[in-house]
DNA sequence: GGCCGGTGATTGAACGTTCATTCATTATCT
DNA sequence: AGATAATGAATGAACGTTCAATCACCGGCC
C-alpha cells in the first residue's frame, strides 16, 4: 500500500467515525481532516467533493465486509454449517467495527442511495447472493430468489446487533435467547 | 381537531415528505415552512426549535402506526390469524405512507435517536411486546423475550418493504415469492 | 350596522453561524 | 530545481433562529 492509498484510508476511517458518533450532519469536513491530521484542503486532493467521499466510503465498508466474511467461509462444509458461520462471523464483525453498521445503516436509509447509485458493481451483493444461491442449489434452502433470502438473513442480523447496541446495559437474562436467533433464522429459511 | 393542531400537523406532514425525499439534511425550514403554505418564522409558534420538531414528528409517526395497527387487530382470533393479519397491515401501511418507514429508519439510525430519547413512553413499543407476549403465553409462540421476538418481526418486514421499494420495477417474477415471507418468520418464531 | 382598539397569530427580511470548497503560499520529496 | 503534496485563511452560500412590523379577528361602543 503506498501513502496515499494510506493517506485516503485515513480520511475515510476518520470519517467513519465521525458518523457513527454524529451522523452525516456531524462530519464535517473541518472535523474529518482534524481528526486525520491533516487540513481541511487536503481532503480534496484525495476526493473530488464531499459527497463522493462519502460514497467511497461506501465502497470501502462494503469491500472490508466483503473481505472479512468470504475468506472466513469454508465452501467445503456443508451449507447448514456454513450459515452459521456466517451469521457469527456477521455479527462478530458489526460488533467489533460498530462503524460498518452503523454507517451502512445510516447511508442505506439516506439520500446517498440513489437508483444511480445501486447500479454500481456491488461484489458484496453479488457474493452473498452466489452463498444463498447455493444453498439453494444444494436443496438445504427453500427455492427463493436468493435476493430476498438475502435480505432476510441481513435483516435479522442488523436487527439483532441493533437489539444488542440499545439494551447493552440491561439484559444480562435474556443473553441467552440471543444465542436461539440464527436458529430461529434457519428454520424460517430451510427447506422443509 | 382546533385550528392550531391542524396547523402543526400540516407542518409535522410537510416535514415527513421532504424527509422522505431528501433526508434529514434535505429538510430546510424554509422548505418545510413553503410546503405548508406558513413562513418559517411561523414553524416556531408550534415549535420551540428543529430539533423539537423532529422528535415531536417521530411520536407522531409512531403514534399513527399504532392506532392503524392496533384497530385492525382482533384479540378474539387465535393468535396464528392475528399475527398473519398483524404483518399484513403493517407492510401495507408502509407501502401506503412510504414516508413513515423511510422516517422511522432514518431516525432510528440517526443521532437523534438518543439514550435519553428512549427513556420516553413509547405506546406503540409497548403495545407490540404486548402482543407478542400474549403469543408466548398462550403457547404459540416461542418464550423468548418478546422485546426480541417483535425487533426479529419488525427486522423482516421492513426488509422487505425496503425490498419491494427497490426492487419494484424489476420483480414481476419474483412477486409470488414475497407472499411466503410471512411464512418464513411465522416458521421461524412460532412454538415447535 | 359601522367603527375602534386591542390581542394574538403570522410574516419574512435580517442576523450570526456553520459549512464545503478554493487557492495562493509553503513544505516535501526526487 | 522542479514537481507534487499539504496548508489553512478566505469566500460565499445555506441554514436555524429572531423580531419588528403587519394582519386578522373579535367584543364593545356609538
Redesign the interface.
Known sequence: MDQNTNKKILILESALELIR??????CPISQVAKQASVAAGSVYTYFESKDEMILELHRYVKSEVLKEISEKDHPEKNFEARFFDFWNNLTSLYQERAAFQ?FL??F????YNTETM?LESDPWGEWTEAFFKEGIESGQL?P??P??LS??V???A???I??KT??KTKTAS?AQ??H??PK??W???KF?
Chains 1, 2 share one sequence.
Open positions: 458518533e454524529n451522523g452525516f450532519h456531524g452503523s445503516e445510516q442505506t436509509s439516506s439520500p445501486q427453500r427463493l430468489n435476493k430476498i435480505m432476510m441481513m435483516g435479522s442488523i436487527s439483532l441493533r437489539f440499545y439494551f435474556t435467547d440471543l436461539l436467533i430461529m433464522v428454520d424460517g429459511i422443509q
